[in-house]
């Protein structure tokens, strides 16, 4: 009898320019602390210009942009305008072309940056 195939965990694709609109939930990854984390996937080419905007007024968003490989590319806690909220902004290296990962991750408000 053969035994039923493991479900490898994968990261929910998104386009470039859509804005997304999203919720996390006790049944996303558990990061401690209780915190939770959703990954996205995005292709993108070398030389291309990200921003990601994450907002919650029920938590402090951390945004991180990881390469293929798992070589975290840029990440932001708390926004330029003081706010627990975060901002992206950046140009996309050579070495990182495609496909890119965008981890969100929620911490509890008053949580330290680690």
Known sequence: QAEPKATLYQPLPIKSGILI???LTTQDIPMGQGSFARD???SLKAGAQIAIDLTSDNFDPVVVLMSENGATLGE??????GSTNSLLFM???KMAAT???CGVLAKPRGEPSS
Do not use: M, Q, T
Request: aromatic share 6%.
């Open 40 to 42: 996205y996937v995005i």
């Open 21 to 23: 609109e999203d919720s």
């Open 76 to 81: 932001n806690d708390d926004g330029p305008d």
């Open 99 to 101: 496909p890119c990962a």
């Open 91 to 93: 140009r996309i290296p």
